[in-house]
């Protein structure tokens, strides 16, 4: 079989999460390819005989830019699993498979299962290094059952009751907001011009005048120019107290059940237990 990846991913792990994946669907004898959501990007689905779109969560719902990748896709008869990373292990984030589902299935895509991992968090605040390894230990064994059941074409699909439908609605706010806010970005004086920021928008929303950054309108607030700045340079605007900036190591020794954080401490020690059972 031949796995076609569309990835979306600010800050890396939601790409990190779907190379796991590709890899495992490898040494099970699929051809892969993983391709990263960017503004102007086109795919060719019906070259592939299946498809993976994976995203991070923004505010309890798929990133604007990915509904209108999807919205961009030509119908084809295949069968679509989704993969979404999020900083909480929280049942409501399960809401933000349900537009991408109905767009796909409209298309005509068969969405056979949804999968959720817990990756350390790009906003808000920073997880330890050690929080950090034990997601991506619990990611490791989870991509191992995932890629089994996307390998083996089973249904696994998630239940979104009517509360989390309408959280996720009143969260859409954000999104709204996201364009004006983008705009608001600043640079401090430890911008050196590096245009690292430009590289990296999946929005191809910075540019640089006078070697500093501008910010223009089409911000979707994946945070990956934030996250990346060498110099920790970018002030996102209302987000600014949220900020998280700089590469998480995931190599060190994970945390252990009394070293997770505090902050929604039973729902990661929740997730950590279902995801290291064989
Ligand atoms: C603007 C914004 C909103 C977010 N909203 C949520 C959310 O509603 N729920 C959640 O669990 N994580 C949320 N996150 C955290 C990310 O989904 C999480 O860190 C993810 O793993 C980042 O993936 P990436 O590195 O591929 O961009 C949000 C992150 C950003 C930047």
């Not at 990915?66 to 900083?87: Q, R």
């Not at 056979?112 to 790009?122: A, D, H, K, Q």
Request: proline share 4%; glycine share 6%; net charge positive.
């Amino acid at each position: 079989m031949r796995t076609l990846f569309c990835v979306f991913s600010g800050t890396g792990n939601t790409l990190k999460v779907s190379a796991a994946l590709s890899e495992n669907l490898r040494a099970l004898g699929d051809e892969t390819e993983v391709i990263r959501i960017k503004k102007g990007s086109e795919v060719c689905p019906e070259k592939f005989d299946r498809l993976i779109i994976s995203y991070h969560i923004h505010a309890f719902n798929a990133p604007t830019n990915v509904i209108s990748f999807i919205k961009s896709l030509k119908n084809a008869e295949l069968p679509t699993y989704i993969v979404c990373t999020s900083g909480e292990p929280l049942r409501l984030n399960d809401a933000a498979v349900l537009k991408p589902r109905r767009m796909l299935r409209k298309k005509g895509y068969d969405v056979l299962g949804e999968f959720s991992y817990v990756m350390p968090y790009n906003i808000i605040f920073r997880h330890s290094d050690e929080m950090a390894a034990r997601m991506w230990q619990a990611a490791l064994s989870r991509a191992k059952r995932d890629s089994d059941k996307i390998f083996n074409g089973e249904r696994d699909l998630k239940r979104v009751n009517i509360l989390k439908r309408a959280t996720a609605y009143m969260f859409k706010i954000e999104h709204l907001a996201m364009p004006i806010v983008g705009r608001r970005f600043r640079v401090t004086e430890n911008c050196v011009g590096c245009g690292a920021c430009v590289d990296i928008c999946p929005q191809k929303n910075i540019k640089l005048q006078d070697k500093k950054p501008t910010f223009g309108k089409d911000c979707i607030g994946c945070m990956g120019c934030v996250f990346h700045c060498p110099s920790d340079a970018i002030k996102p605007s209302i987000f600014n107290g949220w900020k998280v900036n700089g590469e998480y190591s995931f190599e060190g020794a994970p945390a252990k059940d009394d070293e997770v954080c505090s902050y929604c401490h039973k729902s990661y020690l929740r997730y950590f237990h279902e995801s290291e059972q064989k």
